[in-house]
Nanobody, 127 residues
Framework: QVQLVESGGGLVQAGGSLRLSCAASGRTFSSYVMGWFRQAPGKEREFVAAISWSGGSTYYADSVKGRFTISRDNAKNTVYLQMNSLKPEDTAVYYC????????????????????WGQGTQVTVSS
């Protein structure tokens, strides 16, 4: 198990940028596939981005492709989500998630794939 703590959320105007961070506990962070999901009020939690244990593969939802970038620093046990050109529809609580690579089935977009979750950080984009 790994404990995850997100930070970096806030209020930003449309067109602005934010960088979210997710700090993980433990010494096995580099063996985890990491993902970002978000949940807007009244909506299902949805996939945003994911990154392989090595950082060599990244995946994005179509709605954020070209605007968001996921990255990780295994030396710092941290995964990042750089969000540019933000839109009001990006407003949501953003959650960091993790899955041991050993048990990973390849469904990076499926919230059921992940068994470790952070508490979330609010991102609000004003128009």
């Amino acid at each position: 198990q790994v404990q995850l703590v997100e930070s970096g959320g806030g209020l930003v105007q449309a067109g602005g940028s934010l960088r979210l961070s997710c700090a993980a506990s433990g010494r096995t962070f580099s063996s985890y596939v990491m993902g970002w999901f978000r949940q807007a009020p009244g909506k299902e939690r949805e996939f945003v981005a994911a990154i392989s244990w090595s950082g060599g593969s990244t995946y994005y939802a179509d709605s954020v492709k070209g605007r968001f970038t996921i990255s990780r620093d295994n030396a710092k046990n941290t995964v990042y989500l750089q969000m540019n050109s933000l839109k009001p529809e990006d407003t949501a609580v953003y959650y960091c998630a993790a899955r041991r690579a050993l048990y990973y089935s390849g469904r990076y977009y499926d919230k059921g794939e992940y068994d470790n979750w952070g508490q979330g950080t609010q991102v609000t984009v004003s128009s």
